[in-house]
């Protein structure tokens, strides 16, 4: 069974400071998915790393992927108040179709 | 953009009650997923759907069940609702596993089991 770990679970920062969100996965995949979830709406896709050492950067984001440590980091850089939300990571399961989620890390970005 | 519809944000139904949630994509998808969030658990895999017809059972399929006659359309059913059933569930959809794009998700329903 293909296990999705997130860390931290909760995070609280201060506008300006970096942070770093780790997701670790149990079994070989070269297919990881992250993605943004504000209170009430739904999920929004951020990025799609699809190769060992990719590096995907989006504003104040920046993700990447090493398969053969089985990690993806999100990085945050200088947090702003709208980055507040619950961010997922997410790994092809082994039939190929389907996605196996982390429990999401709540990201609290503070004055 | 892809669009993925819900037909309810809020529902509230009984114990005992069958409930269906249903969820239409406009993008052509062949995959179809529902799954529930719950807090602290994440999301999990109910069902999802390859192609017209299909099934596959997720990780949590106990106490549901699918349809999908349409290809732009599936159903989740609950044939009894209990109050455990109480949760968020998501529908999702993506293009066949050889395209590589992220699933995208509808905005939801809430269900409350009473």
């Known amino acids: 069974e293909l296990k999705v770990e997130q860390n931290p679970l909760f995070l609280s920062m201060q506008e300006g400071k970096n942070y770093t969100i780790y997701c670790n996965y149990s079994?070989?995949?070269?297919?990881l998915y992250w993605y943004r979830q504000d209170p009430g709406k739904s999920l929004e896709s951020l990025f799609v790393?699809?190769?060992?050492?990719a590096v995907k950067q989006e504003g104040r984001l920046m993700a990447s992927l090493d398969t053969k440590a089985r990690l993806s980091t999100l990085h945050i850089t200088a947090a702003v108040h709208d980055l507040s939300a619950t961010y997922f990571c997410?790994?092809?399961?082994?039939?190929?179709?389907?996605?196996?989620f982390g429990k999401g890390t709540s990201l609290l970005v503070t004055p | 953009d892809v669009k993925v519809t819900q037909s309810s944000r809020y529902l509230v139904k009984r114990t005992g009650e069958k409930v269906f949630l249903e969820c239409v994509q406009d993008?052509?998808?062949?995959?179809m997923f529902w799954y529930r969030q719950d807090p602290g658990l994440g999301l999990r895999l109910i069902y999802f759907?390859?192609?017209?017809?299909?099934?596959e059972k997720g990780d949590i399929p106990e106490g549901y069940s699918v349809s999908r006659e349409k290809k732009e359309r599936f159903s989740l059913i609950l044939e009894s609702a209990s109050t455990n059933q109480t949760s968020m569930y998501l529908c999702?959809?993506?293009?066949?596993?050889?395209?590589?794009?992220?699933?995208?998700f509808g905005d939801g329903t809430r269900l409350s089991i009473l």
């Open positions: 999702a959809s993506s293009p066949p596993g050889g395209i590589i794009q992220p699933q995208h």
């Open positions: 079994t070989t995949s070269d297919r």
């Open positions: 790393l699809l190769s060992n050492g």
């Open positions: 997410a790994v092809d399961a082994d039939s190929g179709y389907a996605l196996n």
């Open positions: 993008m052509d998808h062949e995959n």
């Open positions: 759907s390859y192609d017209v017809k299909m099934k």
